[in-house]
């Protein structure tokens, strides 16, 4: 069954707690925690410190999108921040390979992600060396954006690429999904499902976190 990773980018930060706690009795499984340097996006977010204390009253999975230029100088601080799973974008740096075994060593899950415009055939050598690929649907940066369609594309040619080559990697989107479309793009080969605007200012966030979930559940 598909995985709902609310974005913690669209909380209300003044009542993140209280939100936190409203996601664990719903029992959402990940959290998705993006970071942004103002270099490789033109924003800039949460960071260390944030991710710190998240960890210390959730026990769902830290998914942690570091939207950073070269994020090999903060794989260590954000393994030791708490992070589970730690994404590292593709067009971030030029050391891949080695950023995802200190990953590993660092006994944690590691993921790349692809900007929309990206060709996901880039990818290819380091498909074996993950655990999950994050196709990104909106221009990274700002949350509540339309779905780019054409990541869908990607994410089907990801899963047939999975099957053909009996590899084990999950496939996330992140960008514009809402209560609308994530059926589609569950159909289309999407296991881990981020919502930021959609599931925290869209109305009651229990409300909407369960509505997200009744979904995934018809998908199973
Ligand atoms: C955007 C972030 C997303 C963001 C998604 O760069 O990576 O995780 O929170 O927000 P929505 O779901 O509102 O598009
Ligand atoms: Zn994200």
């Known amino acids: 069954m598909a995985i709902l990773s609310p974005s913690l980018l669209s909380a209300d930060f003044a009542r993140l707690g209280e939100q936190i706690d409203i996601l664990n009795k719903k029992q959402v499984k990940y959290l998705h925690f993006d970071v942004m340097d103002g270099i490789f996006v033109p924003n800039i977010s949460i960071g260390i410190p944030v991710l710190q204390s998240v960890r210390k009253i959730t026990d769902s999975v830290l998914d942690v999108h570091l939207m950073i230029t070269k994020p090999e100088r903060y794989i260590k601080a954000f393994s030791d921040a708490g992070a589970d799973i730690i994404n590292i974008h593709y067009e971030a740096t030029d050391c891949h390979s080695e950023i995802f075994k200190q990953i590993r060593d660092l006994g944690k899950s590691p993921a790349i992600t692809i900007k929309p415009k990206t060709d996901w055939t880039e990818i290819i050598p380091f498909l074996p060396q993950v655990d999950m690929v994050l196709v990104m649907s909106v ?3 700002f949350g509540g954006q339309s779905f780019i369609e054409s990541s869908l594309d990607a994410v089907k040619s990801l899963a047939e690429y999975r099957s053909a080559n009996n590899l084990n990697y999950t496939i996330e989107i992140d960008g ?19 919502a930021g605007s959609s ?6 966030l229990a409300e909407q976190t369960d509505k997200f979930l009744a979904l995934i ?4």
Do not use: C, H
């Not at 599931?199 to 009651?204: E, H, L, P, R, T």
């Not at 559940?217 to 199973?220: A, M, Y």
């Open 199 to 204: 599931v925290f200012s869209k109305g009651d």
């Open 217 to 220: 559940d018809k998908r199973k």
């Open 176 to 194: 514009g999904i809402n209560l609308d479309n994530v059926t589609r793009v569950i159909d289309a080969g999407v296991d881990v499902v981020v």
């Open 139 to 141: 221009e990274p940066g």
